[in-house]
């Protein structure tokens, strides 16, 4: 563009450096708020897709456990070991509603 300008004086613009560019206080907290935003963007779809990659990976263990009852009781009794290594004091069993329901709910038998 320099060289288009100058080409009618005889004078051939081959580059142009700039250096030592002082800019407004202003202008360099604005640019400090952009670059902070980029990076929190940046930050947010990392985790989101993150989370993306997580859940597709808990739907597939979670279709591989539901074909086989006996890999849901590894997996509980691998996640009781894990507890117990990191040597809490309080270890909450969790039992499925239905065997709670047979021993406090009278049943009908039929005869």
Not at 36 to 51: L, M, S
Request: aromatic residues 4%; charged residues 25%; proline residues 6%.
């Amino acid at each position: 563009m320099i060289d288009d300008q100058t080409e009618p004086w005889g004078v051939k613009v081959t580059a142009v450096e700039v250096k030592n560019v002082d800019l407004p206080v202003e202008m360099q907290r604005a640019m400090a708020i952009q670059a902070q935003a980029e990076r929190e963007r940046r930050a947010k779809i990392i985790h989101a897709e993150g989370e993306l990659q997580a859940s597709t990976k808990l739907g597939e263990a979670a279709a591989i456990i539901s074909k086989d009852p006996t890999a849901l009781q590894l997996r509980y009794l691998q996640t009781l070991t894990e507890i117990g290594t990191e040597k809490n004091t309080t270890i909450v069993f969790p039992l499925p509603i239905d065997l709670l329901r047979a021993f406090s709910m009278p049943q009908d038998k039929p005869k």
